[in-house]
């Protein structure tokens, strides 16, 4: 399957606890995006990154988030101390080049108790 | 005002009939323009991206896009019950490289 891998694809946490949900691109790929969908809204952007640099975090919450994409291996989205209002589901998406067309992974369905 | 507008629906329309969803964007200068389908649960799927003024059909659908209305819509001809999902627009504004989503518009289709 060459398409964005996400895992896991669900993950309960209780309060406190952290958070982490990894993304790997589509093969070919070089630029992630991580987008947020809230229960009954729509997605919202939260970072976007090349290897081993994060582009624009304009749409990350200052605290508790963090975001990387190491030189090898998936990127990774950190949730430190989760509350139960970071309960979402959480997509990444890749895309060839800069604003080209951006495919989605399953996403990862964040629980917390 | 939000960056990226669609109505919430739902829209139902009959088997067989032509759906037609719209969207609205604040920024004038947008250059790229998505729609996708949402099946609950789901990821958002591409169905059409679309990039100058006009219409781009691809089988039953047809994406047409109005910049100096800023205004892009969807339409879904021979509608099937498969289609029910919710279809999501989505923007590149200047200066980003990320989608600005709008909040999707439910749409069933009634057999």
């Known amino acids: 399957n060459a398409g964005v891998m996400q895992n896991p694809r669900h993950l309960v946490r209780r309060r406190g606890q952290e958070a982490r949900l990894r993304c790997s691109p589509m093969k070919g790929h070089s630029h992630v995006y991580w987008y947020r969908q809230l229960p009954e809204e729509g997605l919202k952007f939260m970072v976007y990154l090349q290897k081993e640099n994060i582009i624009d975090e304009s749409g990350m919450p200052k605290e508790r988030f963090s975001a990387e994409f190491p030189k090898e291996g998936p990127s990774i989205l950190r949730i430190q101390q989760v509350v139960r209002g970071d309960s979402a589901a959480y997509f990444c998406a890749s895309s060839w080049g800069p604003g080209d067309i951006q495919y989605f992974g399953a996403g990862t369905r964040l629980s917390v108790l | 005002q939000k960056e990226v507008e669609q109505n919430s629906g739902p829209l139902s329309v009959p088997e067989g009939a032509i759906a037609s969803l719209n969207c609205t964007y604040s920024?004038?200068?947008?250059?790229?323009f998505f729609w996708y389908r949402q099946y609950s649960g789901k990821s958002p799927e591409l169905i059409m991206s679309?990039?100058?003024?006009g219409d781009k059909e691809d089988g039953r659908f047809t994406a047409q896009l109005n910049k100096a209305s800023q205004y892009v819509s969807l339409l879904i001809r021979d509608s099937q019950p498969s289609d029910s999902a919710t279809y999501l627009c989505a923007v590149t504004l200047t200066g980003a490289n990320n989608l600005f989503f709008g909040t999707g518009t439910r749409l069933t289709v009634i057999p």
């Open positions: 920024d004038r200068v947008s250059q790229s």
């Open positions: 679309i990039y100058s003024n």
